[in-house]
């Protein structure tokens, strides 16, 4: 799939609806995009278009999701056509859609251009009472067998390659939880803007949010 397909209008149908975690992520999921391809993101020379980031919003003049998680649902039940999001929330919409008594196909790719990539992460306080418990804890959690039966369930990839013949073969074998080394390539990882190009993020985002 190329990023900038979903630019275009679907006949008969929605146009692409972005998450509303903010302005900062919207860009940088549409990095590929904005950045014209450049996979490492310039951060001092990226200008942000207020037109592209505009046509990816459904309506300009309507609201758009009020929490981060209305897409999921959205697309499970076939109210949008496309949607900019997290790979995990996506798979939840992919398997909503699937169980649903109108069943929806729910279709998860990453884009030619690239995408962002993220990871969960677990951190102990600097003031834990019993740090130990926190580290064994951890220990027990990246288990192999442990890790697998989280990534069954959530149906996301984990970071412990041992666990892999623990995962189910479906899951393993699906290159939208395990992408190949190829595509893996065209990823990348957020970084921070920097303060002028946060001011300038946060007014695009108000112009398309307000319509004007």
């Known amino acids: 799939m190329v990023f900038s397909s979903m630019l275009k209008p679907v006949p008969g149908g929605s146009r692409v609806v972005l998450?509303?975690?903010?302005p900062a992520s919207a860009v940088t999921l549409c990095?590929?995009?904005?950045?014209?391809?450049q996979l490492a993101r310039p951060c001092t020379s990226v200008r942000v278009d207020h037109l592209t980031l505009s046509?990816?919003?459904?309506?300009?003049?309507?609201?758009?999701?009020?929490?981060?998680?209305?897409?999921?649902?959205?697309?499970?039940?076939?109210?949008?056509?496309?949607?900019i999001g997290?790979?995990?929330?996506?798979?939840?919409?992919?398997?909503?859609?699937?169980?649903?008594?109108?069943p929806v196909k729910v279709v998860y790719a990453i884009p030619k251009e690239g995408a962002m990539i993220w990871f969960d992460m677990m951190a102990v306080p600097v003031d834990a009472p019993?740090?130990?418990n926190a580290y064994a804890f951890m220990d027990y959690l990246m288990e192999p067998h442990i890790i697998a039966d989280?990534?069954?369930?959530v149906r996301e990839a984990n970071g412990n390659a041992a666990?892999?013949?623990f995962v189910a073969e479906t899951l393993r074998n699906d290159?939208?939880?395990?992408?190949?080394?190829?595509?893996?390539?065209?990823l990348y990882p957020d970084k921070p803007w920097p303060p002028e190009m946060n001011r300038e993020i946060a007014r695009a985002w108000t112009r398309i949010k307000t319509g004007e």
Request: hydrophobic share 30%.
């Open 175 to 186: 290159p939208s939880v395990y992408p190949s080394n190829e595509v893996f390539k065209r």
């Open 31 to 37: 990095c590929p995009c904005i950045a014209k391809g």
């Open 163 to 165: 666990s892999l013949p």
């Open 150 to 153: 989280i990534t069954n369930v």
């Open 19 to 22: 998450p509303a975690s903010g």
């Open 55 to 83: 046509q990816l919003v459904e309506n300009p003049h309507s609201p758009m999701p009020q929490r981060s998680s209305q897409y999921v649902s959205d697309l499970a039940s076939g109210e949008v056509c496309v949607s």
């Open 130 to 132: 019993h740090p130990e």
């Open 86 to 102: 997290w790979s995990g929330a996506l798979q939840q919409a992919r398997s909503r859609g699937a169980q649903a008594e109108s």
